[in-house]
């Protein structure tokens, strides 16, 4: 498996899901969530995200990227969206991650005014 492979989220329409599964499962391990922003486009809706990817050993770049989610049916952006500000709100209670969102606050700030 490529390194980029683990950081990849594959939605399959095709399969009926069963009735009682989460619709959405996510971790708080794969990416540090420090930001979302939603935006509606015509017929499809965009769920902006700014993590920082593992890398490896719960070690994370220290560059976040902007991740863009796009969805044709808006239940299930905004289950992606609520899940993920979940992550991120979990996230938030975890030792260390203040100090890292504090770190990152700048780069918030342009995320949130790039995504207005």
Aim: aromatic share 6%.
């Amino acid at each position: 498996m490529k390194s980029d492979d683990r950081n990849t989220i594959i939605i399959n329409k095709n399969t009926k899901p069963t009735p009682g599964a989460p619709k959405l499962v996510l971790n708080n391990i794969d990416r540090l969530y420090l930001a979302t922003a939603v935006k509606s486009v015509k017929n499809l809706t965009f769920i902006y995200s700014l993590v920082c990817r593992n890398t490896g050993n719960r070690q994370y770049e220290m560059l976040p990227v902007t991740e863009i989610a796009a969805f044709d049916n808006e239940r299930d952006a905004a289950i992606y969206h609520n899940t993920v500000n979940q992550v991120m709100a979990y996230q938030q209670n975890l030792p260390g991650l203040k100090t890292i969102r504090e770190v990152m606050a700048d780069e918030i700030a342009r995320f949130n005014e790039n995504t207005r």
